[in-house]
């Protein structure tokens, strides 16, 4: 398993930071999503082997949100 930070802009409110938690749930293999709103910071785990990391931004970029990766 890897672990993943990222920034995510754009979420304005908690209802914004669920639905960008609920996005990355679905997605094959990621766990232990934690979202923190206010300071743009999203972590997760994953399993490199099975997803690619595109995989995860898009899911976050899909439903409206900007990523910029911190590393
Ligand atoms: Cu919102």
Redesign the pocket.
């Known amino acids: 398993m890897k672990k993943l930070l990222l920034k995510v802009t754009g979420?304005?409110?908690?209802?914004?930071?669920n639905?960008v938690k609920k996005a990355l749930s679905n997605v094959d293999t990621v766990k232990d999503v934690n979202v923190d709103r206010k300071n743009d910071n999203v972590s997760l785990t994953y399993d490199e082997d099975k997803v690619e990391e595109a995989a995860i931004v898009h899911a976050i970029e899909k439903i409206g949100y900007k990523v910029n990766r911190d590393n």
């Open positions: 979420m304005t409110c908690d209802g914004c930071a639905s």
